[in-house]
């Protein structure tokens, strides 16, 4: 009998830690859905887009492109690890070093991927032709390579806001205007929002800022 008893608070000590468990992992899922930065939308509205949407993707658009083509951690895939020299400085245009980008982003395929939970396709296209042509990206027997980042990006995204907004079907334009901390200059951007499994950045492009205004 007492054996029986104590197989049963084992059964219900088991039960009980197998809750807590899906428990804490409903939780931690919950958590990274809030705190991923995604525009939310439900069944019914899954066209529709606010500006605090806009300014949700283009933070995000901000964190993609930083993972891929700012963070060291694009070609540098260990702690300890410096990179891997793909061209070195004196066979490039630029004098400056190729490195071989990790496995996450190592083609263009998967650079593309990447680039399009926030962009759209032809967005996306885009800006891997553009950093190719201007000597940051390279492909190399189907392997990327990458100049590792000189600089810092002063734009205040976080406190930026959309002064002008039209949607229409599936698509919709922003003029954003950001403060550019480096500057201390406020400029203004066109983006242009297009639903393409999501809503994804189709471009962005300067207006005007503080700097050119004075000059007038």
Not at 105 to 130: G, H, P, Q, V, W
Not at 134 to 152: C, F, H, Q, R, Y
Request: net charge negative; proline share 1%; charged share 25%.
């Amino acid at each position: 009998m007492n054996k029986i008893l104590v197989l049963i608070c084992i059964v219900c000590l088991m039960i009980t830690g197998c809750k807590e468990n899906i428990g804490s992992k409903e939780a931690a899922s919950e958590y990274l859905q809030i705190t991923s930065g995604e525009p939310q939308y439900s069944e019914e509205s899954s066209l529709g887009i606010t500006e605090a949407d806009v300014l949700l993707i283009r933070k995000k658009v901000e964190q993609v492109e930083s993972n891929i083509f700012v963070s060291s951690y694009s070609w540098r895939c260990s702690e300890n690890d410096e990179g891997t020299v793909a061209i070195p400085s004196e066979e490039t245009e630029t004098g400056f070093e190729f490195y071989y980008m990790c496995q996450n982003f190592d083609t263009r395929e998967k650079i593309m991927s990447y680039l399009t939970t926030a962009l759209t396709m032809k967005n996306a296209k885009d800006e891997i032709t553009s950093r190719i042509d201007s000597g940051l990206l390279a492909e190399i027997d189907g392997e990327m390579s990458i100049v590792p980042w000189e600089g810092t990006d002063t734009l205040d995204w976080d406190n930026a806001k959309v002064i002008a907004f039209h949607v229409e079907d599936k698509s919709a334009e922003a003029t954003i205007q950001v403060f550019d901390v480096g500057f201390n200059t406020y400029d203004t951007y066109e983006g242009s929002y297009i639903y393409e499994n999501g809503w994804k950045e189709d471009s962005l492009k300067v207006k005007a800022s503080d700097a050119d205004r004075s000059n007038e």
